[in-house]
């Protein structure tokens, strides 16, 4: 199960960070990540984090703007979004597999598991 939170509205510019909770065993080959949806649009992964080891992955577009992390302990993962515009708003799905190979972190139909998803809003 997932439990994302942090979406809203924010102005161009502005930053935003989501979290999500992870409940049930996050070990092995356990990855968490972001994908977003606008409508009219195809969904696209944002981000991901692979637990064991802490790889990541990136869509090539949003490097350097968005910073994905992880808590082991909380087994929570966050999406630090700086600088946004427009065209991030969407909706942020958090995102899960307990068997993600580094190869397919970039692919959103990979994740198994799916939370619910944040809102958000960016105005210009």
């Known amino acids: 199960q997932l439990q994302a939170s942090g979406g809203g509205l924010v102005q161009a510019g502005d930053s935003l960070r989501l979290s999500c909770a992870a409940s049930?065993?996050?070990?092995?080959?356990?990855?968490m990540g972001w994908v977003r949806q606008t409508p009219g649009k195809e969904r696209e992964i944002v981000a991901a984090?692979?637990?064991?080891?802490?790889?990541?992955y990136y869509a090539d577009s949003l490097k350097g703007r968005f910073t994905i992390s992880r808590d082991s302990a909380k087994k929570t993962v966050y999406l630090q979004m700086n600088n946004l515009g427009p065209e991030d708003t969407a909706v942020y799905y958090c995102?899960?597999?307990?068997?993600?190979?580094?190869?397919?972190?970039?692919?959103?139909?990979?994740?198994?598991?799916w939370g619910q998803g944040t809102l958000v809003t960016v105005s210009s």
């Open positions: 049930g065993r996050t070990d092995g080959s356990y990855a």
């Open positions: 995102v899960a597999d307990n068997a993600m190979i580094l190869s397919s972190m970039g692919t959103w139909s990979m994740y198994k598991f």
């Open positions: 984090i692979r637990w064991r080891g802490g790889s990541t």
